[in-house]
């Protein structure tokens, strides 16, 4: 029996004029056209006059319903601001970590050849399953964190949260904020590309080692977890901005 291959990075499908498209690439691609096809449905049917709507409208709108109230819970009155980047922080999250649970996504293989001999590549992998990806989710959020800190507070406000003229403990102080700031970049990636990957692996080996229907548990086990990262990232990037707009004490 062949031995389940697993690979720490993603694997490439096929070039593109010199561009190489991995499966993790190709799946984040997958779920991108899929977000914006409901996105524009959910767009459409809300400027229908008629009555009745369809079930995905009524779906989508309970979904961005319930996002709201959580993160008004966070952001306050600065909600209508900044729910758009946190709402669609996590519905990209969650739609990319439950893409690659989906039946048969990670049955379609390629065959490679290796120095070792064959080993089937899956064309499909969840993205955020990508540490490339996770990378650059995460620098996003704390980029834009700062860009809104900046716009909110001015620039003078913003550079008095890390280092005061008056105060000569604050260089000390501000300099561990800034290395703060730049570890976030680090804790938000590589928690969710851990969770992600090691839930992969696990429904990989318990799949090879009893095929019937074992890793069903798993599942439902990874789909969970899927959610709560996607609820993570997101609500700390809501509890970073709203921290972000205060001004020093």
């Known amino acids: 029996m062949d031995k389940p291959h697993i690979s720490f990075k993603p694997q490439q499908i096929f070039n593109i004029f010199g561009l190489s498209v991995t499966n993790s690439l190709l799946a984040s691609l997958i779920v991108l056209v899929l977000f914006i096809l409901a996105a524009w449905h959910y767009r459409n049917e809300k400027d229908k006059k008629a009555a009745k709507k369809s079930s995905l409208y009524y779906f989508i709108n309970f979904l961005l319903s319930a996002l709201y109230q959580f993160f008004k819970s966070v952001l306050g009155d600065k909600i209508d601001n900044y729910f758009p980047l946190v709402a669609c922080f996590f519905l990209f999250i969650i739609l990319q970590n439950w893409f690659g649970l989906i039946p048969g996504v990670g049955s379609l293989m390629l065959q490679e050849k290796t120095q070792e001999g064959l080993h089937y590549v899956p064309i499909l992998r969840a993205g955020t399953a990508d540490l490339n990806t996770t990378l650059v ?34 260089f000390f102080v501000g300099t561990l904020e800034i290395v703060s700031e730049i570890s976030k970049v680090i804790s938000f990636s590589f928690r969710l590309f851990g969770n992600i990957f090691a839930g992969e692996v696990l429904l990989a080996v318990i799949a090879f080692l009893i095929p019937i229907l074992a890793a069903f548990p798993f599942l439902l086990l990874e789909i969970f977890v899927g959610f709560i990262q996607a609820v993570v990232f997101s609500a700390l990037t809501a509890v970073f901005i709203n921290s972000a707009l205060q001004e020093h004490h």
């Open 137 to 170: 989710l995460a620098i996003v959020s704390v980029l834009l964190t700062n860009y809104y800190s900046i716009r909110v507070l001015g620039f003078k406000k913003y550079v008095a949260r890390f280092y005061r003229l008056k105060d000569p403990v604050s």
